[in-house]
């Protein structure tokens, strides 16, 4: 299990974007990363900046790895955000072909560079709003699992479905490298009871986002919103969950990152403590 953060929220916001890759930072993460007391890093791979992120060539791959060797920081996901912009499951045949074949080449991507899982949003701009998007979905997933099986890497997803309909998409999908990722902002959010979810799918979550949310409203600081994260954390000590959580907090004031980001390092590691998670981390 490794506690590990967003990409790009250990130095402000790039280009006025509240979360995106951090072009001319990101190198600058992985030491504020290791003194934050973190184990990892999510990548974010999004199309405002595709042209500029280093995991796209082969020397930018093997400059990621040297400097997670150098400060001790892994990388074992990627939030592939571009297919919230560019949506797997809705579009004209040629574009959905397109952001299909993008997402196989991420795949490959992954696995030259030992990434373990890929997040896929359907969230906001991708998200599954009629049994016309489920198909299609269900349709794209299951034809890419093939090429997820050649790189290794397993596929998580985030979507906005109400606790009885992720788990009715999950039941058409039944592959093992295909998990959840749970994001407890955008649950509370949305109003749903994590009670609830984890009864329905607990058993497929791979990986969490913590984060905290107001019901209807946006991201807020960890404990102020309507997010049950110590419930949450109950829920998954009981079910045996050995993932990694991933912190996607709310920003706190521009060039104070790295000290909100520490702040709340501690403050997870508290929730998780709480809830059963003895030696939640290896610092």
């Given amino acids: 299990m490794k506690i590990a953060v967003m990409q790009g929220r250990l130095v402000p916001p790039w280009n006025g974007h509240f979360q995106s890759f951090p ?24 199309s405002v900046s595709e042209g500029d992120n280093p995991i796209g060539s082969d020397a930018g791959l093997a400059e990621i790895r040297a400097l997670g060797d150098k400060c001790g920081i892994a990388v074992v996901s990627v939030c592939a955000d571009y297919f919230m912009e560019c949506p797997l499951a809705r579009g004209t045949a040629a574009e959905l072909e397109v952001r299909f074949q993008r997402l196989v080449w991420l795949l490959e991507r992954c696995k030259i560079a030992g990434i373990e899982r890929m997040v896929l949003p359907f969230v906001d701009n991708s998200r599954i709003e009629n049994a016309e998007d489920e198909a299609l979905a269900v349709q794209v997933l ?25 788990g009715s998409l999950l039941a058409k999908l039944p592959h093992p490298l295909l998990k959840v990722n749970y994001d407890s902002g955008n649950s509370s959010s949305l109003g749903y009871d994590p009670r609830e979810e984890v009864a329905a799918y607990g058993d497929r979550i791979g990986s969490v ?27 998954l000590f009981r079910l045996g969950y050995a993932g990694d959580f991933v912190m996607q907090i709310a920003r706190d004031e521009a060039g104070k990152e790295a000290a909100w980001i520490k702040h709340n390092r501690k403050l997870v590691g508290d929730y998780l403590q709480a809830a059963g998670f003895a030696g939640e981390a290896k610092r």
Avoid: M
């Avoid at 072009?23 to 999004?46: C, H, N, Q, S, T």
């Avoid at 093939?146 to 890497?153: I, M, P, T």
């Avoid at 409203?217 to 102020?224: A, D, I, Q, R």
């Fill in 142 to 166: 299951g034809r890419a699992l093939g090429y997820a099986e050649k790189a290794g890497v397993e596929l998580h997803l985030e979507t906005s479905l109400d606790p009885k309909g992720f």
């Fill in 23 to 46: 072009v001319g930072r990101w190198k600058d993460e992985f030491p504020l990363a290791a003194e934050a007391g973190l184990d990892a890093i999510e990548w974010i791979y999004d």
């Fill in 209 to 235: 986002h913590i984060k905290d949310r107001i019901r209807g409203g946006g991201t807020v600081p960890l404990g102020t919103g309507d997010a049950e994260i110590p419930v949450l954390l109950a829920e």
